[in-house]
């Protein structure tokens, strides 16, 4: 991120990477969450397509994008140099975030059997403390990236 | 050797106290949700020893405080405003809670777990509490404080 840097977007910088950094631990501790349960839960054997995504797929890609959204993060609040790539991939993350979110809704709804209005708070909770602060995150760095161009 | 200023050093610290600190937050808030729900929802059971006390009623008000505490720290902390040492030693005993609890629980759970599950749960105290929130804390408080 080069250019003039003022004092306003200084602080868009760190409200946008502080928003980012938000997403971080939904996505890389239930990665990590999830990839522990794989191993150390006794071994499922199953046909059903919903139960192989979220046990087998889903905690591998929730760890590996959510690294992506720490090293977003950490290259914003850190005033580190940030390529466009980076960013596209904390976006991806983020709404991987949301998906995964609804997913999950749809799997304990359908496998695990808790109160639905618990489950419904969790999803919401899930969805406004995490991945929507690092989508606003994201669209905040890109209109300051965007405006420091046209300044230059 | 890189060398970094003190205010990068200062913000590097401010990011480890907001790692475990959101942690904390998240399921903090996670757990006093439960908590209202559960009041709400199920009829009343009086509390039978102190254990009870703490896992039904203290601790989905303690985790929630102490991470707000913690986060509000690492934003000041990033954001390079003066931090008074009060919100670094709460970030500290966010911190050591977090062992403590973590331990506690292990020791709790020790007794009437299937094995599978207490190394399941042991597991995620290691890696996740310990190593992803209360270790990076910890070093996170350290930075901001020398660099303060």
Not at chain 2, 33 to 40: A, I, M, T, V
Not at chain 2, 71 to 87: C, F, G, L, T
């Amino acid at each position: 991120m080069s250019g003039i840097k003022t004092n306003s977007s200084k602080q868009a910088e760190l409200i946008g990477g502080l928003l980012i950094f938000m997403g971080v631990p939904g996505l890389l501790f239930s990665g990590i969450a999830n990839i522990l349960n794989l191993f150390l839960l006794p071994p499922l054997e199953t046909s059903d397509l919903l139960i192989i995504y979220v046990r087998f797929i889903c905690p591998f890609i929730l760890l590996a994008l959510g690294a992506v959204m720490l090293t977003a993060a950490l290259k914003i609040l850190l005033q580190d140099s940030i390529q466009g790539v980076l960013l596209v991939g904390a976006l991806i993350a983020a709404f991987y975030g949301i998906f995964d979110g609804v997913l999950l809704f749809i799997y304990e709804r359908i496998y695990v059997f808790i109160d639905f209005r618990m489950e419904l708070c969790d999803f919401l909770l899930v969805l406004l403390l995490q991945y929507c602060p690092a989508v606003v995150g994201v669209f905040l760095i890109r209109r300051h990236n965007d405006r420091l161009q046209i300044l230059n | 050797m890189l060398k970094y200023s003190n205010q990068q050093v200062r913000r590097l610290g401010g990011v480890l106290i907001f790692l475990g600190g959101l942690g904390f937050l998240f399921s903090g808030v996670k757990q006093l949700l439960r908590f209202f729900f559960l009041y709400l929802t199920t009829p009343w059971i009086e509390p039978s020893n102190p254990v009870t006390v703490y896992l039904k009623f203290a601790r989905p008000f303690v985790f929630p405080l102490l991470g707000l505490i913690a986060s509000i720290a690492a934003v000041k902390a990033v954001s390079n405003r003066s931090i008074h040492m009060y919100w670094l030693v709460g970030t500290l005993i966010t911190a050591f809670w977090g062992v403590i609890d973590g331990i506690f629980l292990e020791i709790y759970n020790w007794t009437y777990e299937p094995i599978y599950i207490f190394r399941l749960d042991l597991m995620y105290f290691l890696i996740i509490i310990l190593l992803l929130q209360c270790c990076p804390m910890i070093l996170g408080t350290y930075l901001v404080y020398r660099n303060n």
